[in-house]
């Protein structure tokens, strides 16, 4: 297992969730590590992401200023803090690993994934 996020949970409209993924193997020496997350019915769409080697995060428009991505080197785990859930934020997320540099925001720009943590958010 390359990266196993954990972390999910059934909370309410308003609440807080922090959410981990561990790297192991080849996705420790990635660049760039993502969140993505898909809602039943639709596809799935990129949240955030951050360098392993520091650098500005990335965010989606539809999290910014609610979530905060980040990573920890000592620990080789990047963690997802989401607050102020709305049942809008319901999904499956899933952490992934790009070789890439810059902000790639496309499933295809990323080489390994997590098996995904599941997220509900009751109104």
């Known amino acids: 297992v390359q990266l196993q996020a954990s972390g999910g949970g059934l909370v309410q409209a308003g609440d807080s969730l922090r959410l981990s993924c561990a790297a192991s193997?080849?996705?420790?020496?990635?660049?760039?590590f993502g969140w993505f997350r898909q809602a039943p019915g639709k596809d799935s769409e990129f949240v955030a992401s951050?360098?392993?080697?520091?650098?500005?995060?990335d965010y989606a428009n539809s999290v910014k200023g609610r979530f905060t991505i980040s990573r920890d080197i000592t620990q080789n785990t990047v963690a997802l803090q989401m607050s102020s859930l709305s049942p809008e934020d319901t999904a499956l997320y899933y952490c992934?690993?790009?070789?890439?540099?810059?902000?790639?925001?496309?499933?295809?720009?990323?080489?390994?994934w997590g098996q995904g943590t599941q997220v509900t958010v009751s109104s």
């Open positions: 992934a690993a790009s070789a890439l540099s810059g902000y790639p925001r496309r499933k295809d720009d990323y080489d390994y």
């Open positions: 193997g080849r996705a420790v020496g990635s660049n760039i």
């Open positions: 951050i360098t392993w080697h520091g650098g500005t995060p």
